[in-house]
């Protein structure tokens, strides 16, 4: 089945600066991949999410890439700000096979520092 | 329109005791998962249903839980025996499996084991 791998694990960043998390997966036949984001207390909310007919996807000041090739993704925050520290999870599924199951990395605590 | 509910919200149960949590779903959205999140972790998979397939049940971690899907919409996940380790939140999420693959996340029951 399905494994997806995230790293790292915590991350901290000055406010401005840019934060890149990264996923691998071991399914080739995984096609979508999405990104969900979870702040304090909250629901996991998906922010963006990438399918495998492209190689990135933009919005705002996110944005994911995929390398199918090598079987990894990863989000891209720019500019960051406080408001984006959070709890960020990638995911990776094939939504229309028998084991439609989406799998979700262990998350990231991203930390933006005012 | 309306999104995925679950209650109860909080419930604080003693040790030994049975304990069911139920989810509804998003009208028409024929996926539906079961998570678990304890404090600072990641999401655990915990059992999967899709349509009038088979569950997925492999992420259930004893044989105290389980869960039923009635009339492919509203979840009962139940604890049977709970022990302090059950304490946790319990997220049910759903989608649909055409179309737009976003999980939409209930907002969790949090369950804590005296």
């Known amino acids: 089945g399905e494994n997806v791998e995230q790293h790292p694990s915590t991350l901290s960043v000055q406010e401005g600066d840019s934060a890149v998390i990264k996923c691998t997966y071991s399914?080739?036949?995984?096609?979508?991949f999405p990104w969900y984001k979870q702040e304090l207390g909250k629901r996991p909310q998906l922010i963006i999410d990438?399918?495998?007919?492209?190689g990135e996807k933009k919005d705002q000041r996110i944005a994911v890439t995929l390398n199918k090739t090598a079987k990894h993704f990863s989000l891209h925050i720019t500019e960051t700000q406080p408001e984006d520290s959070a709890v960020y999870f990638c995911a990776a599924t094939h939504p229309t096979s028998n084991t439609g199951k989406l799998i979700f990395g262990q998350g990231t605590t991203l930390q933006v520092k005012p | 329109g309306a999104g995925v509910s679950q209650s109860p919200s909080n419930k604080v149960t003693e040790k030994g005791k049975d304990v069911e949590l139920r989810c509804d779903p998003i009208s028409g959205h024929t996926a539906l998962y079961w998570y678990r999140q304890s404090l600072g972790q990641g999401l655990e998979f915990l059992i999967y249903?899709?349509?009038?397939?088979?569950?997925?049940k492999s992420g259930l971690p004893s044989d105290r839980f389980s869960a039923e899907r009635t009339g492919g919409s509203v979840s009962t996940l139940t604890i049977q025996r709970t022990q302090q380790e059950d304490s946790a939140v319990y997220l049910c999420?759903?989608?649909?499996?055409?179309?737009?693959?976003?999980?939409?996340f209930g907002p969790g029951t949090r369950l804590t084991v005296t």
């Open positions: 249903f899709q349509g009038n397939s088979a569950p997925d």
């Open positions: 399914d080739s036949a995984s096609n979508y």
């Open positions: 990438i399918r495998s007919n492209v």
């Open positions: 999420a759903s989608y649909q499996t055409s179309g737009f693959y976003e999980q939409y």
